[in-house]
């Protein structure tokens, strides 16, 4: 069974970069086809994509975070990261890591980051 699990600080100061990592267990991030995403949720709101880098080692990212977002990875440790760059209170949200993997969506639990001084 594959599964997801992100990990980093649940509070950062504002202009700082948040950084998340997703560790993967069951399944390769370098396996042929498989693109493992950031998506997340602010609070009362939709669930954002934010990015996500692919088997080969190339990303992708939202238009509307691109220049404050980096998705990298460590393919000896199983783990892709998220940096997002200058965050503002606005980008308080449950962050989440998520993947399609043989045709079924895994997720993260989620983990709550707070931006505020």
């Known amino acids: 069974q594959v599964q997801l699990q992100e990990s980093g600080p649940d509070l950062v100061k504002p202009s700082q970069t948040l950084s998340l990592t997703c560790t993967v267990s069951g399944a390769s991030i370098t396996t042929n086809n498989n693109a493992w995403n950031w998506i997340r949720q602010p609070p009362g709101k939709g669930l954002e994509w934010m990015g996500y880098i692919r088997y080969d080692g190339s990303t992708s990212s939202s238009p509307s975070l691109k220049s404050h977002t980096s998705i990298s990875r460590d393919t000896s440790k199983n783990q892709f990261s998220l940096q997002l760059s200058s965050v503002t209170p606005e980008d308080t949200a449950l962050y989440y890591c998520?993947?399609?993997?043989?045709?079924?969506?895994?997720w993260g639990q989620g983990t709550q980051v707070t931006v505020s001084s």
């Open positions: 998520s993947a399609i993997v043989t045709l079924v969506r895994y």
